[in-house]
């Protein structure tokens, strides 16, 4: 097996005066001043520093017993792009907190489109078989209304693979871990200066724990219902994770943190907006994209910004990672985040024992308890993280445990959470709080899935092979799902290892996943609900 290798912090780019994109060959040189527009600057980006976290918890009962850009050149015209090596501007600017220095991400690889010449439209070629799907407006194959761009786009996400590895390593080198709100800012501000590079219009939207993003991307047809887009920028790993374990590419993988989730899913779907405005095409209808800084922790604020969105969306999109062989996801487990807090009473551990009551010991027996209480079919506990007590000679007089909790139905959370609330404590003078703190319901599986089918057929125009299936953990498409509304999840990088030490993206993926995206938003969807579903 090869060593590991840091992934090069100034790798060319092709570029052009916006976004993300990867060299192809090089056409012969210019007479013109259009060469001018090959070249763009990557500045490094900026971090601020700090520590800040916030949730928003629920009380259920308590119960007492007795960016700068580097760009793409090209023209819908061509398909020769120049190779151009970015240059760098001042360096990033650095801070402490309380870790110690923040790790910023170099020099940025965005991928932005050259302005499109009115010109030729993309080649035209031979498709494999596909079954006609009927869209909304007569249309009788997936791609009829754009004849020649599955060739078009396949072509051109092969070149841009490049520039998109670049881009998420940078992204994962801006460490964002969920409740660090100046890092998380400073990834969303990296975030929107790459997608408002493609053609966006982008509103921060402040969060306790960080800000929100709402982007915007006209479609041709502006009466048409938008299409939703969720992801989000926070991750599961702590600030300064980079010391030990850098983001490295190797035997054909991209690892570090948060690459796969979802780093790798924002750097694709900016690559596919640059390849649509490369090609001169918009996407058929209005896309709106909703980056929440919370999704780690339940989307405890960030759920207001998607709820709003969904309403007359015609479907939702989901950026998280797909099943490891790539397979689409269906549905959704439910999910909960539970504090479970005990208060006791201090005493001396040797002299006064018998006047204290025990928070530590009244939790362990809780945690016995709910454990039974959570054996119900279709339900799963983690107690995820402990704490409690000062010292050894004191007893302890307060405790508290972090559960999460993952159910297949509906019913078997409803049932789970009742159970929950009426928990009473087992020793006289203690004291027992449930929290909600953050609550996703189910996505079930349906039996017709006319999303799935459409973006199956999209696939197999491509050359690709995709299905779905239903995944075991939760995220912001529960919302939707839960809802009815059609939903699909698993649109982000192909890999493996979220929250774990072994994340990595599969960077020959890359290419496959940014042009199905890109088909996904430039044809016209079929009718994905009867005419009484609105």
């Known amino acids: ?70 760009a793409v050149t090209a023209t819908a015209a061509t398909t020769a792009f120049t190779p151009v090596e970015p240059t760098r501007t001042a360096g990033a600017a650095t801070g402490t907190a309380a870790s110690g220095t923040v790790r910023t991400g170099t020099a940025r690889t965005t991928l932005a489109p050259a302005a499109p010449t009115p010109a030729a439209a993309p080649p035209t070629a031979a498709t494999p078989h596909t079954p006609a799907v009927p869209d909304s407006e007569g249309q009788t194959g997936p791609t009829a209304a754009l004849p020649g761009l599955p060739q078009a786009l396949s072509t051109r996400a092969r070149t841009l693979a490049g520039a998109v590895r670049r881009r998420c390593a940078d992204l994962a080198r801006i460490e964002s871990p969920s409740g660090d709100a100046p890092r998380l800012d400073a990834l969303a501000e990296e975030l929107a200066a790459g997608f408002r590079a493609t053609g966006a219009t982008v509103q921060r939207e402040p969060g306790p724990a960080g800000d929100h993003l709402v982007l915007q991307w006209e479609g041709r047809d502006e009466s048409l219902p938008h299409l939703l887009v969720v992801g989000h ?26 690459v796969v989730d979802m780093k790798g899913g924002l750097a694709i779907l900016e690559g596919a907006f640059a390849l649509l405005a490369d090609l001169g095409q918009r996407p058929h209808r209005t896309v709106r994209l ?26 939702v999109l989901g950026l998280e990672p797909p099943h490891p062989d790539g397979r689409l996801k269906t549905a959704r487990r439910g999910s909960t985040r539970v504090r479970l807090t005990v208060t006791g009473r201090e005493a001396h551990a040797g002299n006064d024992a ?16 709910v454990r039974g209480l959570t054996s ?80 199956r057929s999209l696939a197999a125009v491509l050359g690709q092979q995709l299905d779905g299936g239903p995944a075991g953990g939760a995220g ?44 996904l938003l430039a044809v016209p969807l079929p009718r994905l609900r009867d005419r009484s579903e609105g």
């Open 1 to 70: 097996m090869a060593a590991a290798t840091p992934v090069p912090t100034t790798a060319p780019v092709a570029v052009a005066a916006g976004a993300i994109t990867a060299p192809a060959a090089p056409t012969p040189a210019a007479t013109t001043g259009s060469a001018a527009a090959s070249t763009a600057t990557a500045s490094a980006a900026t971090v601020s520093t700090a520590t800040a976290s916030a949730d928003s918890t629920t009380t259920v009962t308590t119960t007492t017993a007795g960016a700068t850009t580097a």
């Open 376 to 455: 119900l079919p279709g339900t799963e506990l983690n107690a995820g993280r402990i704490s409690g007590g000062s010292r050894a000679n004191v007893v302890a007089g307060r405790a508290e445990a972090e559960l999460g909790l993952r159910f297949s139905t509906t019913e078997a959370q409803r049932r789970t959470l009742d159970n929950l609330a009426r928990l009473t404590a087992l020793r006289p003078g203690a004291r027992v709080r449930t929290e909600v703190l953050s609550s996703r319901p189910a996505w079930p599986e349906r039996s017709a899935n006319p999303l799935l089918r459409h973006v």
């Open 290 to 315: 909703v980056v929440v800084s919370d999704e780690e922790v339940g989307s405890p604020d960030g759920r207001r910004l998607v709820e709003r969105q969904l309403r007359d969306a015609a479907a």
């Open 476 to 519: 912001d498409t529960n919302l939707p799902g839960s809802r009815g509304l059609p939903t699909l999840d698993g649109f982000g990088a192909v890999g493996g290892g979220a929250h774990a030490r072994h994340e990595h993206i599969r960077i020959d993926q890359l290419a496959p996943r940014i042009a199905l995206l890109a088909a």
């Open 233 to 258: 920028h926070d991750t599961v790993w702590p600030a300064g994770i980079l010391t030990d374990w850098p983001v490295t590419e190797q035997d054909g993988t991209l690892s570090g943190p948060g």
């Open 354 to 369: 018998a006047d204290g009551v025990s928070a530590v010991d009244e939790l362990v027996d809780q945690l016995v308890a």
